[in-house]
Nanobody, 125 residues
Framework: QVQLVESGGTLAQPGGSLRLSCAAS????????MSWARQAPGKGFEWVSA????????YYANSVKGRFTISRDNAKNTLYLQMNSLKPEDTARYYC??????????????????WGQGTQVTVSS
């Protein structure tokens, strides 16, 4: 069965960096566009970033553009999110997700068919 398992979330200081990982299994990872989304306390889900199946193109929400970098290693079936210049408003639970049908949709979390359980990122001094 499809499994997405995130890791790497922790407490970080403002201005710091973190790298999140998402280990995928149960499907042909290299055939699917993938995405990161987040949910801050008391708020709805926010689309963060997406990457095509071959890693050829990447997309970012304006709130993270220039600070976050999405990447993937298809040989290791792993998705990454490098987070730099962290801000307190980046505090959220971060989820890895697979787009259904392999297509990529910018700016929405409604086109996923599988999500991971999430990993908590807290940015605070």
């Amino acid at each position: 069965q499809v499994q997405l398992v995130e890791s790497g979330g922790t407490l970080a200081q403002p201005g710091g960096s973190l790298r999140l990982s998402c280990a995928a299994s149960g499907f042909t990872f290299s055939s699917y566009a993938m995405s990161w989304a987040r949910q801050a306390p008391g708020k709805g889900f926010e689309w963060v970033s997406a990457i095509y199946s071959d890693g050829s193109d990447t997309y970012y929400a304006n709130s993270v553009k220039g600070r976050f970098t999405i990447s993937r290693d298809n040989a290791k079936n792993t998705l990454y999110l490098q987070m730099n210049s962290l801000k307190p408003e980046d505090t959220a639970r971060y989820y890895c997700a697979r787009y259904r049908n392999g297509d990529l949709y910018i700016g929405t979390t409604e086109k996923y068919d599988y999500w991971g359980q999430g990993t908590q990122v807290t940015v605070s001094s």
